[in-house]
């Protein structure tokens, strides 16, 4: 239950085994008894005030940089909507070192823990902000993503969720209630970004390609996939005019 990789961690942080392993069979994750994770390029603390980076999140960043780069994009300014642990605006960083970025999440605590995460990971060009993201001014960016809640209300999920702050799990009835949010404040601005990106649930693609569609046409939308081969991503690109 507990991988030898994660018993060496545990010896090596002189946290008991045995205490671990009974967390572990009620459902608890590994990842907040050890404290941390790595996540692409950076070590990222979690703990419950944050959800805990999956690997879709590191290809949504990977794929985001790569297309960062690919449009030629330079001292760029990015907004992260639910910035969470802050690891997708770390990486961001990380990677394109004369970014500024805004990292936005509507709890305190999972603020303080991002805070943390840019100070470990020697980040010092992102400002964090706790508030509401329906508040925040979305005007000026070049950069847009978000890996909001799109877990369905009434959706099953695993047992080891119920640790995690269940506010960034839970999307509304269908899921989409803070791509609407999102994509209907960016229809209503004039200088919006040339890149949109989310991270998305396996059967929103079409749905949220549609809003795109009614809301901003002048976007450019595809439907990538993870490595299971299911709708993970959206990413919309502004058209050349």
């Keep these: 239950m507990i991988d030898e990789l994660n018993k060496k961690i545990l010896e090596e942080r002189g946290i008991d085994y045995n205490y671990a392993l009974e967390k572990v069979k009620s459902g608890y994750p590994i990842q907040y008894i050890i404290g941390d994770v790595e996540f692409l390029d950076s070590t990222i603390k979690v703990n419950e ?70 100070l470990h990971n020697k980040v010092n060009n992102i400002t964090f902000i706790s508030d509401d993201m329906a508040n925040v001014n979305f005007e000026g960016y070049d950069v847009l993503v978000s890996n909001p809640p799109y877990v369905m209300n009434s959706e099953d999920v695993g047992v080891e969720t119920k640790y995690e702050p269940q506010i960034a799990l839970f999307g509304g009835e269908d899921g989409l209630d803070f791509y609407r949010l999102i994509i209907d404040k960016l229809s209503n601005i004039n200088s919006k970004p040339i890149i949109i990106a989310f991270e998305i649930g396996m059967l929103q693609g079409n749905q949220i390609k549609d809003l795109f569609n009614s809301k901003l046409p002048m976007y450019d939308v595809s439907i990538n996939k993870d490595l299971n081969g299911r709708d993970r991503f959206v990413f919309a690109v502004k058209k050349v005019k």
């Design 49 to 118: 005030s944050v959800l805990i980076p999956r690997f879709e999140t590191e290809l949504l960043v990977d794929m985001l940089n790569k297309k960062i780069k690919e449009l030629n994009l330079n001292n760029i300014k990015v907004l992260e909507l639910g910035t969470g642990s802050g690891c997708i605006s770390i990486n961001i960083s990380l990677n394109n070192v004369n970014s500024s970025i805004t990292a936005v999440d509507i709890s305190s605590d999972a603020i303080k823990v991002a805070k943390e995460n840019a």
